[in-house]
């Protein structure tokens, strides 16, 4: 054996251990740590010389800084002992011939298929090599090495040695790796899941109270704890996604997205918090943006609400824009964006740049506590970019503001593509622009081109209409001429009285459609403008005594553990008109079930005794076993991880609720499943089911409920199953163009039929398809099936 490669394998593979202690410890230094357990190696054979002569050849031999331990065994079955008793044997040795011609390769088939054991390393040798083909053995008994025993010299056996114990450390690792993934992934669950239920409580009772008599100081000190919890809950969701991020838990979906529509939606979100800070805010989208890209629209929105919301916290005056332009140098097929946000902010040192994109940083100190927050959402996004195969940067000049980028290349998808001009005509318009700021003048020119007008300078004598826009903040211009209008400002800014009746509002920052439109009606090319109003304050709806919604099968069951959670979900049924039955747990929920009582059963999926998944499937077995009507459930989860919502509906749960809740969110989804509040009266002899099938259209159209109307009926739920699967057959195989076209005729059908709140959610479907929300277009196309049933069970009742 060579002294070099001798002195190579005896050599310690860690860094680390080519430095000794320092001379001079001091006594008070810690401990060093205990050193690493030996590697486990069994030798089976039945020649005791083998034994003998490897234990002299390996006795030295250390692996990253661990000694062997050497193991024996003289025949297969004591080898079978060794493995019963010991799950961390990192190589084994096996000769083939001892107490039987295989006893060797009968043992390693124990290994892998009895014991299960795949990580050991099993090395065959043996002093008859023709005894077993090497190919036959390799393939079949799943061994790792094949060696004769006449080739397996010293410098060989530590080479072979090695080699197995290297292999054994990298799958012992990758295991403990998934392992680790795995624990983080339940402990990010349980996170979500226990932070989220206090916070409902919290913004819960928040709102609650806003519908309380409040004095102007009380409401002002409503409003503040109400901003404090949101944005306690935004650290929140940041903290879970980058614990996802570093988990390795955050995946990247491809779904055809329309990038105008994602910044168009941001910036209505994030246009309030501009205008109070008198911010302009406008945002310009290049018209040579395909409207379909593939790419993830859940991400992209978050990155555009991390940039443009840090653009409007750390800029104190001038304002915020929002660019996404299409550069020319990409690969066929494919469209490169650059997203770019520019504020008038305080700017960043280039000293600090750098720190930016990491971790829990901010530029000083100072900012922290000027402006808050935790320095994680440059972070996710850097990462979130980066897991996109895209650039993510900043340019920046201290008290002159930043402008934060980012680069994508994203395929051009040819789905779901879409007329940003919608049913708006407005080409070959002559359109005079009389605008003060020269980028948003720059914008509407651009829109405008796009959608086939002709943009001109104000007073041009051709101009069949006038475009108005002020500078930000200011109150609304006022059109001079003869000529229709339409006014660009922001929507609450003050408003003239000089106003010209028919004058038509588009509200910054600026959406193509709502442009178009006001462009297409103040032209006469389109009838019915959309005149801004004040939202109307709730109306108060007094809710019935549990007995009376039971009687009208419109009692609401609430299965919750949680003592605030209860008091949050009460009082907000109250105020909606609902009365409600409360159960701390899915046991005692299942037991006071009472078909035809309960309208809906709103469930929270954690929960002692009885989980939401296991009351739900009780409940699905007892309605399939005894014929009952299926009973909407709605899952009430605080679980933020990606996937809870499609789990919800493969238990067989009718859709979902994310906690912390608010009013408006659950309205909506109750307003889905059950009706309105006030529809409670008008129930008449199904009760339960009025809001999801209405019989009057048919009894108007044949004057009763004779044959001819029930083979009407029988004709209608055949038809709705059929469209179903034509949309369900559009979305398995990714045509978004043929799913439209089903869920378009399915809200038709519904809504002739007579089943409003089926027509209503196929209306949702379609308006998401359009947009390019695929994602949201999907998860709602999943409550289709149920609420389908719901309205053949109806009418089967009549």
Known sequence: ?????????????????????????????????????????????????????????????????????????????????????????????????????????????????????????????????????VRDVIVNYDINDYKSKTELTSEKLFITIITG???????????????????????????????????????????LLGHTPLDADQRDMLLTAQDSAGALLRIIDDILDFSKIEAGRMDIDRHPVDIGTIMEGVADTLAPAARKKGLSFDLHVDPAIPTALMGDPVRLRQILFNLTGNAIKFTEQGGVMVRAERHPDAAPGVARIRVAVTDTGIGIAPDQQTKLFQPFAQAEVSTSRRFGGTGLGLSISRRLIELMKGHIGLDSVPGHGSTFWFTLDLEVSDQGASDAAGSADIAGLHVALDIAEPELAQTVSAYLVQAGAV??????????????????????????????AVVIADADSRRSGDIPAGTQLVARPLRRSA?????????????????????????????????????????????????????????????????????????????AWRPGAHGLLLTDCN?????????????????????????????????????????????????????????????????????????????????????????????????????????????????LHTLRAEAEKGFA????????????????????????????????????LKQGDYADARTNALKIPGMIDRVVAAIDAL
């Not at 099968?553 to 553990?561: C, T």
Request: proline residues 7%; aromatic residues 4%.
């Open 1 to 133: 054996m060579g002294g070099d490669d001798a002195d190579d394998l005896f050599a310690p593979e860690d860094d680390d251990a080519l430095f000794g202690a320092s001379e001079g410890v001091n006594a008070a230094a810690p401990a060093p740590p205990p050193p690493l357990p030996p590697w486990p190696v069994l030798v089976v054979d039945d020649d005791e010389e083998v034994h003998i002569m490897t234990r002299l050849v390996l006795s030295k031999l250390r692996y990253k800084d661990r000694p062997l331990e050497l193991l024996t065994a003289r025949s297969g079955n004591e080898a079978d002992d060794v493995f019963r008793r010991r799950e961390d044997i990192a190589v084994a040795l096996l000769d083939i011939v001892m107490e039987t011609d295989d006893a060797g390769l009968r043992l390693a088939r124990r290994i892998r298929e009895e014991f299960a054991n795949t990580d050991t390393r099993l090395i065959l040798r043996t002093g008859q090599p023709g005894q077993a083909p």
């Open 165 to 207: 114990l290297r292999s054994y450390d990298n799958i012992r690792s990758a295991r403990m790796a998934e392992s680790a993934s795995k624990l983080k992934s339940s402990f990010l669950a349980a996170m979500s899941h226990e932070i989220r239920t206090p916070m409902n409580g919290v913004l819960g009772m928040l709102e």
């Open 455 to 484: 943009p001109m300078d104000a007073g041009a004598p051709s101009a069949d209409l006038v475009i108005c826009a002020g500078r930000s903040g200011a109150p609304w211009p006022v059109p001079e001429g003869p000529l229709p």
């Open 515 to 591: 442009l178009f439109r006001a462009v297409a009606v103040a032209a006469n090319r389109l009838a019915g403008g959309t005149p801004v109003t004040a939202s109307a304050p709730r109306a108060a709806v007094v809710a019935p005594s549990p007995e009376e919604a039971a009687a009208l099968g419109r009692l609401i069951l609430v299965a919750e553990d949680q003592r605030v959670n209860q008091m949050v979900i009460s009082r907000q049924l109250s105020i909606l008109g609902f009365a409600v039955e409360i159960h701390a747990d899915g046991a005692a929920a299942l037991a």
């Open 607 to 719: 929960m002692p005794v009885m989980d939401g998944y296991e009351l739900t499937a009780a409940i699905r077995a007892r309605e399939a076993e005894d014929g009952l009507p299926r009973l909407p459930i709605i899952a009430l989860t605080a679980n933020a991880m990606a996937g809870e919502d499609q789990r919800c509906i493969n238990a067989g749960m009718d859709d979902f609720l994310s906690k912390p809740l608010d009013l408006t969110q659950l309205e909506r989804c109750l307003s889905r499943w059950l009706g309105t509040a006030a529809q409670t009266a008008a129930s008449a002899a199904t009760p339960a089911e009025a809001a999801i099938f209405d019989p009057a259209m048919t009894i108007d159209l044949f004057g009763g409920l004779d044959d001819d109307a029930r083979g009407f009926l029988a004709e209608f739920t055949s038809s």
């Open 733 to 768: 195989s990714d045509d978004m163009d043929a799913a439209r076209r089903g869920i378009h005729a399915l809200a038709g059908v519904a809504k002739n039929g007579g089943a409003p709140a089926l027509g209503a959610l196929a209306d949702t479907i379609e308006r998401s």
